[in-house]
């Protein structure tokens, strides 16, 4: 390989390396914007900046989305396509052409946004670039539908000086892509469905396995008295034992003591109340008898 070619093969790598940088710098500086970082928009904006791209990113997502609008977002994606041109070996050079049709695309998008977009901030739509088209020079000219044919006739044209294809190649190329990346889409998504509907169902056969509980049936219990019947039916009560009461001495053994001339202890001393008095009866009746 001659040495000149080196060089220059070395040359394009490097201006790769540095818009790719700049492709990824710019793309975390648009994704990170804050309103109220300080910009040329807002000098008074919060001493600490939350853009990615610091105090830089601040300024320069502002400018772009003040400029272009939402479109400033196609920005990087087409320096990153530049950057990715530069590494092949394959490569050819952008032409002066070709790098118009990216701002004419970038201007008709912004054309587009703002007619389909109807709002007071510029970067919320077109930007400056695609407000000031419409408001000053497509609408009064040409009214609101008119506007949108020719924004979007500018868009196909910008595709056809990018691709360097006429527009049935690109139409035909177009259905070609779309129909592969349907056969191949089409499948995965139904086996990706499929296994969704099958995780869906064993989770909710699962649940309902949770919820159902097992019949478990009573036990049985052999009574012999019903436990109703011991409920209603009080205790039995124990029947009341008759009061101690004292016992007197039998009136024959004190009678017969006093007949037989060997009267007893209880009646020769009076001890007892029915043997007494029988035993003294005696001793009278006794004695009468003798004196007659």
Not at 54 to 79: M, R
Not at 267 to 277: E, L, S
């Amino acid at each position: 390989m001659p040495a000149a070619t080196e060089k220059g093969r070395l040359n394009r790598e490097i201006w790769g390396v540095v818009i790719g940088l700049s492709a990824l710098l710019i793309a975390l500086s648009l994704i990170s914007y804050n309103a109220n970082d300080r910009s040329f928009n807002t000098p008074s904006g919060a001493l600490n900046t939350h853009n990615w791209g610091g105090l830089v990113g601040a300024f320069l997502a502002d400018v772009l989305l003040q400029g272009l609008g939402l479109a400033s977002y196609l920005l990087p994606v087409f320096l990153g396509m530049v950057a990715v041109q530069m590494f092949r070996t394959t490569y050819e050079r952008i032409h002066l052409g070709r790098a118009l049709s990216y701002e004419i695309l970038l201007i008709s998008i912004g054309v587009i946004l703002s007619v389909v977009i109807d709002t007071e901030s510029a970067r919320d739509a077109g930007g400056i670039v695609g407000g000031f088209l419409k408001e000053s020079v497509l609408v009064p000219l040409f009214g609101r539908l008119s506007t949108m044919l020719i924004a979007c006739f500018t868009l196909l044209l910008s595709i056809m000086l990018m691709t360097q294809n006429s527009l049935v190649d690109i139409i035909g190329s177009t259905k070609k892509n779309l129909s592969e990346f349907k056969k191949s889409l089409l499948p995965m998504l139904r086996n990706r469905l499929k296994e969704l509907q099958e995780k869906k169902d064993k989770r909710s056969g699962e649940n309902t396995k949770k919820e159902k509980k097992d019949y478990i049936p009573p036990p049985i219990v052999v009574k012999n008295q019903p436990q109703n019947d011991l409920v209603g039916k009080p205790p039995a009560k124990k029947p009341a034992q008759p009061e101690e009461q004292y016992k007197l001495p039998e009136v024959g053994a004190g009678y017969r003591g006093v007949v037989g001339g060997r009267p007893g202890s209880r009646a020769r001393y009076g001890f007892g109340t029915q043997g007494g008095c029988r035993g003294s009866i005696g001793r009278h009746s006794h004695h009468l008898s003798g004196s007659s």
